[in-house]
């Protein structure tokens, strides 16, 4: 468990670290900040498990800076540390879920006793994101695994019959029911088994079909009706598939999210499975590149927001803010943290060069309350001061152009003039 404290006084910087024997309880004191600063700087670099932060400093306060870090950083917990015992404070923190909330001087087993709660949550979390790595019975994985990386195109009649595949003068496809806008926190092992039963029950409703959990949030199948004439029929056929999903998850578990239908394309013959797979594929990129688009359009129109985070983006937009950060960085190579960050700092600039607004107008119309943070910010993002910004492009954009350097001529040509 990697643990940041946080305290702008010296003494107790230096103190926390002979405070407690960190390794031989398993954690690892990896930083002390000296402010707010310093800690969230930091922590753009080095993620924490454990924040162990003094509330009272200078120019940002501990559950300020906690109000910033959450909306980038949501596992991390909190444990507070104040001399002052007014009741503000305590509200405060627990309105930040915050684990504890102690009173200077720290008693040492009382630190313990409190840093143990956290561990606990800190494993409860990592075992959830262990258990969604490997959540698939091992030989559905090797199938699934082996047929999906050649893209169903090196496939035989064994594995047909393996899974009990049945396609003779009839219709299938291939498909994903995805839950992409689950929250990780429910997809422990109740919402693994919700979701192998309920893999289990389309299997043993829709006899020739298989239907196995793949990876996070996903199930695959192949849908399959032999004897079908026309292919209305077995559009008809796939409506019916979703409404026994959908009755399936109520009554068994109406906690569960309903999923997105992700259908390829109809196919005759199961040889022909990869065509139907490589159609999925394409249909998922588009609809990526889609919501991606739209994202971006979003954060241009909202960029000024004061409480927009990552969590709210994805909720905005109907998808886990995880899933929606990863396909965000593959996307477009950067962070969606850091292109909010990069908008605001673009559009601060915009701002800075066009109006007279004061450094903490400008700071609120592009999402910070903070005006001492903005500055921070802008500084590390431009390499100057809001001021020094201002006079560099200010003086650039006053200087006329230079005229031209005047051209060296041959001595030949000279002497021709």
Not at 101 to 130: C, F, G, M, R, T
């Amino acid at each position: 468990m990697k643990i940041l404290f946080v305290d702008d006084d010296a003494i107790a910087r230096r103190g926390i670290v002979s405070k407690l024997d960190w390794k031989a309880w398993g954690w690892e004191l990896i930083y002390a900040a000296r402010d707010a600063m310093d800690a969230l700087d930091y922590m753009s670099r080095e993620q924490p498990d454990v924040i162990l932060s003094d509330i009272k400093m200078p120019v940002m306060d501990g559950i300020q800076m906690a109000l910033i870090a959450r909306n980038y950083y949501p596992d991390i917990k909190y444990i507070f540390l104040s001399g002052y015992k007014e009741f503000e404070y305590a509200k405060q923190a627990l309105k930040l879920n915050a684990v504890d909330y102690l009173n200077k001087p720290v008693d040492s087993a009382q630190l313990i006793q409190v840093l143990k709660e956290a561990q606990a949550l800190v494993e409860k979390d990592k075992n959830a994101n262990a258990i969604l790595k490997d959540k698939y019975p091992f030989i559905c994985r090797h199938y699934l695994s082996q047929m999906m990386q050649n893209h169903f195109r090196e496939i035989d009649d064994s594995v047909f019959k393996a899974f009990d595949l049945n396609l003779s003068n009839g219709f299938g496809m291939a498909g994903f029911l995805d839950f992409k806008d689950t929250d990780p926190d429910i997809f422990s092992l109740p919402a693994k088994n919700a979701l192998d039963q309920l893999c289990a029950a389309l299997s043993q409703e829709f006899h020739g079909s298989i239907f196995m959990t793949t990876e996070t949030m996903q199930i695959f199948f192949v849908f399959t009706c032999s004897e079908l004439d026309q292919e209305e029929e077995f559009r008809v056929r796939l409506t019916d598939l979703e409404t026994c999903v959908k009755d399936l998850l109520r009554k068994n578990a109406p906690w569960f999210p309903q999923p997105f239908f992700h259908y390829g394309t109809v196919i005759r013959s199961l040889n022909e499975l990869y065509r139907s797979y490589e159609s999925i594929l394409r249909s998922i990129d588009c609809d990526t590149n889609l919501l991606l688009n739209q994202i971006k359009a979003y954060l241009e129109q909202n960029y000024g927001q004061e409480d927009l985070t990552l969590t709210k983006i994805a909720e905005h937009f109907y998808v886990n803010h995880c899933y929606l950060t990863s396909i965000f960085k593959d996307h477009f190579g950067i962070n969606l943290y850091d292109y909010l960050i990069q908008t605001r700092m673009k559009k601060a600039a915009e701002l800075i060069l066009s109006t007279n607004k004061k450094v903490y107008e400008i700071a609120e119309a592009v999402g910070y309350k903070n005006s001492q943070y903005f500055s921070v910010s802008f500084k590390k993002y431009f390499n100057s001061t809001v001021m020094e910004y201002k006079k560099l492009h200010t003086r650039q954009s006053n200087f006329p152009l230079q005229a031209a350097a005047p051209q060296t001529h041959s001595a030949t040509e000279q002497r021709d003039t």
